[in-house]
């Protein structure tokens, strides 16, 4: 039989794993290879799909990145959604489907979604062309921003003004900071202590949090390949000791936040994902980033000791949505 697709097909079911960068995959390989379970890798940069063709058994998790831009991986995002929505037209098991990469790629409509389950953001705006950035900007009471790109990721091309004056020299370059064109001008929430916090989700549910030193800028990826020099993740050559960035809390609560994050990610149906969130002056917190292709700092969670590595989590996870379809008990 005619493959469907240009991409490598198992001959018996297996677990696919959707992606677009060979570094992210060490550690979840290591993962799986620990606990033998059966994987392909769909590396997603370019290929084709057959309409009348049918997707291969197994089970499918989406780790698209909205940074596969940033690699020379241009049209990543737009040929993995006709191929997620051609599984899940075929009823496939997808971890993090077409709403997850939805929302992957569009800020905007993370912070509608947020909204809706009373989940604090960041007072945002979004606009497109020159003109009508200047008008958003100028309508903001208090005059210091953050500009960001709806369709960014790994904190790139963030950028922190503080007059019109700025914002007017800089119009050229904030026009043109998103894929899509839209620009997001957010009011700049003063962070206490510099750190922001980072809440990590498997299967739906918390894991653990991470606070993260945010003092040397907005480009906060965790990933492992990042701390030690990626040229395309921007933690780079300013976090050689990891430990100091990256800090695993063991005894972080906020029971009321958990609860409405993970209503929203059940609702979205996004079942691995990080939240990111700072804390002001008053204590008051805001949501102002979703990750659904998250990663982990290994060595901030060697350094907590007792606390659950997250792709030895994200592996189980799959182990279990496979053995239920595929292993007979």
């Known amino acids: 039989m005619r493959k469907p697709t240009s991409l490598p097909i198992s001959t018996s079911p297996s677990v696919y794993v959707l992606h677009e960068n060979n570094d992210w995959m060490v550690p979840l390989r290591e993962a799986f290879d620990r606990i033998r379970l059966p994987y392909t890798e769909w590396f997603i940069d370019g290929g084709h799909l057959e309409l009348e063709g049918l997707p291969p058994h197994g089970v499918f998790y989406n780790r698209m990145s909205a940074s596969s831009h940033s690699r020379d991986h241009r049209f990543a995002v737009e040929m993995s959604e006709p191929l997620i929505a051609w599984l899940e037209s075929h009823n496939r098991r997808v971890i993090n489907g077409r709403r997850a990469l ?161 209503a929203f990610f059940q609702v979205n149906k996004i079942e691995v994902a990080a939240a990111e969130f700072l804390e002001n002056h008053r204590g008051e917190r805001f949501v102002y980033d979703i990750n659904t292709n998250t990663n982990y700092n290994r060595q901030a969670e060697r350094d907590a000791e007792d606390q659950k590595q997250g792709m030895a989590a994200i592996a189980e996870l799959l182990q279990r949505e496979f053995e239920k379809q595929f292993v007979s008990v």
């Open 102 to 262: 939805q929302l992957e790629v569009r800020k905007f409509e993370q912070y509608l979604s947020l909204k809706q389950f009373g989940i604090p953001v960041p007072k945002t705006t979004a606009a497109c062309g020159r003109a009508s950035i200047l008008e958003a900007a100028a309508s903001f009471d208090r005059k210091e921003w953050i500009f960001k790109p709806n369709r960014g990721g790994k904190g790139l091309d963030v950028q922190l003004l503080r007059s019109m004056d700025e914002v007017t020299q800089k119009i050229d370059q904030l026009a043109s900071l998103s894929l899509d064109g839209i620009t997001l001008i957010q009011e700049y929430i003063q962070p206490a202590g510099e750190i922001i916090t980072r809440l990590e989700f498997i299967g739906g549910k918390f894991l653990y949090a991470v606070e993260v030193d945010a003092s040397k800028g907005f480009e906060l990826c965790p990933a492992d390949s990042c701390a030690t020099g990626d040229a395309f993740c921007p933690v780079g050559d300013e976090a050689t000791n990891s430990q100091s960035k990256f800090k695993v809390l063991r005894d972080f609560r906020d029971d009321e936040l958990i609860r409405k994050l993970e």
